[in-house]
Nanobody
Framework: VQLQASGGGSVQAGGSLRLSCAVS????????VAWFRQAPGNEREFVAA????????YYQDSVKGRFTISRDNAKNTVYLEMNDLKPEDTAVYYC??????????WGQGTLVTVSS
């Protein structure tokens, strides 16, 4: 299983970005997928997750109402729509996939920079 994150960039505060995570897996629809992020000097933290069907989503409190995670199983892709971005959202964003309890497959990360 391979994951490829893309869509990062530089925006001003209040702006928007959409991240994509393309997953190469024969049975993509079996995988739950999540986004994590890591800011300089900080530990990696959970941002959002979506279950195999897309029927259940989960968010870190600080992004609720601003970020939306979704998936297109026909395209083997998970998206993270990020609106009203804040400087504290600046980080490298990673997508990860799992079937069971642990996220065992990780992408390479995409950098998001939000300037004030």
């Amino acid at each position: 299983v391979q994951l490829q994150a893309s869509g990062g960039g530089s925006v001003q505060a209040g702006g928007s970005l959409r991240l994509s995570c393309a997953v190469s897996a024969r049975t993509f629809s079996r995988y739950a997928v999540a986004w994590f992020r890591q800011a300089p000097g900080n530990e990696r933290e959970f941002v959002a997750a979506i279950n195999w069907s897309g029927g259940n989503t989960y968010y870190q409190d600080s992004v609720k109402g601003r970020f939306t995670i979704s998936r297109d199983n026909a395209k083997n892709t998970v998206y993270l729509e990020m609106n009203d971005l804040k400087p504290e959202d600046t980080a490298v964003y990673y997508c990860a996939a799992r079937i069971y309890d642990l996220y065992e497959y990780w992408g390479q990360g995409t950098l998001v920079t939000v300037s004030s």
